[in-house]
């Protein structure tokens, strides 16, 4: 598959774009958090929901309104930040680094307000749930993520290759709802897992992570299917074949992966044979056992 040249102009551009995406999605992700599940003293999934979680038994303490949980969020994710430094990559470091902050800045901008502004709490439950997760899907879709869960879910599918984000989150969120359910009333809980749950959805529609696509590569390199599984932990099938025209033999290699991995699975394969000739095809259904990472 071979693709137009890139510039540096173009290169800058796409960085551009992509970081602000990742200040876009803060905004979004605050404006659902602030103006729609906060005020109804209801919480988001996530490190922002123990931050919430934190915050209210600071309050109950205090006696008084703190509005503490972005620096709360803040001061949560300083060691996951290290971690996505040192154990992840820079690239998603710095991109993490900053959906963070647009999160924890636009939720000190915007202002909670002191009463629903929508009275209906299912509905604003879920038009709360469906705002984050489109806030936190542009962020992932920039590359970066919203810190917490997503930095240990990330870390630990580079390290384990059965752990996923999901997986983690799954776990990390039942743990929290099952503390705020011995702090708050059951009701709060009910619509609070109602927030994750839109959340979740819209994620899945906007998150790359869940396009699937089938990669096959054509190359005459050696040791190319090791160096796949080794650094992306995705199986390869393989096939021994011969070009039609020229006669010579070829190793066809064919691996199922999700769309955010395509930069990597090209990294690996020019690395090796930058003359290797590549086919992805996406939107495609995988059943069986197909490893969602995030």
Known sequence: MKKGRLTRDTVVENVVFKY??????GFVYSVGANIFVRPLGIYNAGFVGLAQLVEYLLEKIA???TNLYSVIYVMFNIPLLILAFKGINRRFFIRTLLGVGSIAVFGILLPRPESPIIENILTASIIGGITTGAGTGLILLAGGSSGGTDV?????????????????????NLTLYTVILF?????????SVIVMIASAMTLDRIHYQNIAARCMIFTKMDGLDKRIMKETYRGVTEWEGRGAYTGDGEHILVSCINKYEEREFMEIVNSLDPHAFVIIDENIKVKGNFLKKL
Do not use: T
């Open 20 to 25: 602000f995406l990742v200040f876009l999605g």
């Open 63 to 65: 006696g008084r309104p």
């Open 152 to 172: 240990i879910g990330v870390y630990l599918s580079k390290v384990k290759p059965n752990a996923s984000v999901g997986k983690f989150s799954l776990v990390f």
């Open 183 to 191: 702090v708050n009333d059951p009701e709060v809980v009910v619509y």
